[in-house]
């Protein structure tokens, strides 16, 4: 595959609109020329991209790779995020030298810091455990600590947005890509400067168990984490959520069994079932 960079819009519109096999990275990635691949998407936003032009100025790149962003642009209403394409796979399965990479990430990530809440850009919406899905555009510490703690209905612990680190929020192995040992890490939309908490409920809220397990464990190892903190940004998490069933076994018994016990409205009414169903978005 040639080296090209003279694609425009309308010619990356044309390849993502009909990509051949060959050229498929992921779901809704595609490799457009030797050097450079496009993340599409009616999801994809102008924040991801800044996001991880952010994440690539600020990391050392000798400890984690992020593709360098050429662009971002819509047409109609797809979103196109034209990046540095980096070879490598993504794994399923780690062994510990692929833990002890990720715990130096993490390490790194301590490094970082800021003095105000939000996206690693400083603006645009906020997404994912414990903001909702959908996203909500939150301005400064007030009004974010003023929409969790409102959110958590009186229970757990107040959120106050101190200690504010480098996060990714969600870290999973089909986000990272792997060649020759060293890690690249992608999918930048979550990323913001939060406290350390924030990344371990992304972890707990996470379908990797095992890897989320063993990242929770890394950075309990390399920081002080407030677990009662972390319950209350799950229970916030849930507050949130607008599912018709909920899957718990994420939660802590102790917190399962003060929400099926009635303490959050929106999930008691279901009962036992939610222990057990699937999500199912209404």
């Not at 939000?118 to 974010?144: H, M, R, S, T």
């Not at 959520?241 to 076994?249: E, T």
Request: glycine letters at 6%; hydrophobic letters at 35%.
């Amino acid at each position: 595959m040639e080296r090209r960079n003279d694609l425009s819009d309308q010619d990356i519109v044309a390849l993502c609109a009909d990509p051949v096999s060959s050229m498929r990275c992921g779901q809704s990635v595609i490799r457009v020329s030797a050097d450079l691949a496009v993340k599409y998407g009616s999801h994809l936003t102008e924040t991801e991209a800044d996001n991880q032009r952010q994440a690539y100025a600020l990391l050392d790149q000798n400890i984690v790779r992020v593709p360098r962003v050429e662009r971002f642009f819509r047409h109609e209403d797809v979103g196109y995020l034209v990046m540095e394409y980096i070879e490598g796979e993504v794994l399923q399965a780690l062994d510990g030298v692929h833990y002890n990479k990720i715990a130096e990430i993490l390490s790194h990530f301590q490094t970082i810091r800021r003095s105000t809440p939000g996206n690693l850009c400083g603006k645009g919406d906020l997404y994912w455990c414990p903001f909702p899905e959908e996203g909500v555009v939150l301005d400064g510490a007030d009004q974010i600590e003023t929409w969790l703690n409102r959110r958590r209905l009186s229970k757990g612990k107040p959120i106050q947005l101190t200690n504010l680190v480098f996060t990714h929020r969600d870290l999973a192995p089909r986000n990272i890509i792997w060649k020759d040992g060293k890690p690249t890490l992608i999918d930048w939309f979550t990323a913001g400067f939060f406290p350390i908490s924030f990344e371990v409920c992304s972890q707990r809220a996470g379908k990797d168990v095992d890897f989320n397990k063993r990242i929770e464990q890394i950075i309990s190892s390399i920081s002080c984490v407030d677990q009662l903190e972390v319950e209350t940004l799950l229970l916030i998490s849930f507050n949130c959520l607008r599912y018709s069933l909920y899957v718990l076994s994420t939660l802590p018994s102790t917190l399962t069994n003060n929400i099926l016990a009635g303490h959050n409205p929106r999930i008691s009414q279901l009962g036992q079932r939610a222990t057990v169903s699937p999500y199912r978005k209404k």
